[in-house]
């Protein structure tokens, strides 16, 4: 059973950048997609964007070009840079990994990070 640790998040200013980062354990990470997730108080949990154990990547709209999921296979860690982040990013930010398929949307995730507050100033 995979346990993911995030770190990272915290207050920053609009049009700032954040960098969050999971650990992933308890099994080794090139064999897990792997999903970035953020949600609001009264809003369902939203999928940034997900990255197959290839690398096919998919990336919300919205969000596409501003920011970025990567993976360090050796490390057992993902990350997620964002960039000119503005108030409307501000949520509660989850990691995920599951050993399942990604085509153009994010899919269910059994394991997941413990969530990180993200707050962006005006």
């Known amino acids: 059973q995979l346990q993911l640790v995030m770190s990272g998040g915290g207050l920053v200013q609009s049009g700032g950048t954040l960098r969050l980062s999971c650990a992933v354990s308890?099994?080794?990470?090139?064999?897990?997609?792997i999903g970035w997730f953020r949600q609001v108080p009264g809003k369902n949990r939203e999928g940034l964007g997900c990255?197959?154990?290839?690398?096919?990547?998919y990336y919300k709209a919205s969000v596409k070009g501003r920011l970025t999921i990567s993976r360090d296979n050796a490390k057992n860690t993902l990350n997620l840079q964002m960039n000119n982040l503005t108030p409307e990013d501000t949520a509660v930010y989850y990691c995920a990994a599951d050993r399942v398929r990604v085509d153009d949307d994010c899919p269910f995730f059994e394991y997941w990070g413990q969530g990180t507050q993200v707050t962006v100033s005006s």
């Open positions: 990255m197959s154990a290839t690398g096919h990547t």
């Open positions: 308890g099994d080794t990470l090139d064999r897990y997609a």
